[in-house]
T-cell receptor, first 112, second 113 residues
Framework: GEDVEQSLFLSVREGDSSVINCTYT??????LYWYKQEPGAGLQLLTY?????DMKQDQRLTVLLNKKDKHLSLRIADTQTGDSAIYFC????????????FGSGTRLLVRP | KAGVTQTPRYLIKTRGQQVTLSCSPI?????VSWYQQTPGQGLQFLFE???????NKGNFPGRFSGRQFSNSRSEMNVSTLELGDSALYLC????????????FGPGTRLTVL
């Protein structure tokens, strides 16, 4: 199937770390992405990882990839109220002509 | 460098009408993809254009169509609008064909009454 799955909601306290999880469908996925969507806005690309990598770090963001379990996670260090948004993971697969297949999104709420 | 721009940002139409949405990619980007976002179905791929040719199409009825111009700008058209077409339509551009990284515009919010 084409389902990319994410938990729907995460609430954290400001200053804590947030971990958003995603499971994808196909170990042949070429690219895996994290996008952020704020209310009324489009999708902002946060980071991406190639499927031959295990980890990628970019400032406060760390992406971990477990190919065996088809599990992708996004860790946000020192979470701020401005990080409150919906986070989408997406995969891009050769057998789907590389179109982006999105999860349903995780709503992150950062409490002051 | 300017980002992806979409016009109009908001649109209200009635059932049976048709609508045209426009997308200008990031300068130098040659691929444009369109996605529909609804609360029920989430984000779904509509089509991808590269070098004025449709390269890939999602599972949408023929009422949804698009095109790309020589300057890489793209339009999508929805004919005979239905209530269920109410959605946020997002355009994404990439330098080359996917899987090159896609950058999204702010979207056009279409409401069908």
């Amino acid at each position: 199937g084409e389902d990319v799955e994410q938990s729907l909601f995460l609430s954290v306290r400001e200053g804590d770390s947030s971990v958003i999880n995603c499971t994808y469908t196909d170990s042949s996925s070429t690219y895996l992405y994290w996008y952020k969507q704020e209310p009324g806005a489009g999708l902002q690309l946060l980071t991406y990882i190639f499927s031959n990598m295990d980890m990628k770090q970019d400032q406060r963001l760390t992406v971990l990839l477990n190919k065996k379990d088809k599990h992708l996670s996004l860790r946000i260090a020192d979470t701020q109220t401005g990080d409150s948004a919906i986070y989408f993971c997406a995969e891009s697969r050769m057998d789907s002509s590389y179109k982006l297949i999105f999860g349903s999104g995780t709503r992150l709420l950062v409490r002051p | 460098k300017a980002g992806v721009t979409q016009t109009p940002r908001y649109l209200i139409k009635t059932r049976g009408q048709q609508v045209t949405l426009s997308c200008s990619p990031i300068s130098g980007h040659r691929s444009v993809s369109w996605y529909q976002q609804t609360p029920g179905q989430g984000l779904q791929f509509l089509f991808e254009y590269f070098s004025e040719t449709q390269r890939n199409k999602g599972n949408f009825p023929g009422r949804f169509s698009g095109r790309q111009f020589s300057n890489s700008r793209s339009e999508m058209n929805v004919s005979t609008l239905e209530l269920g077409d109410s959605a946020l339509y997002l355009c994404a551009s990439s330098l080359d064909r996917v899987p090159d990284t896609q950058y999204f515009g702010p979207g056009t919010r279409l409401t069908v009454l």
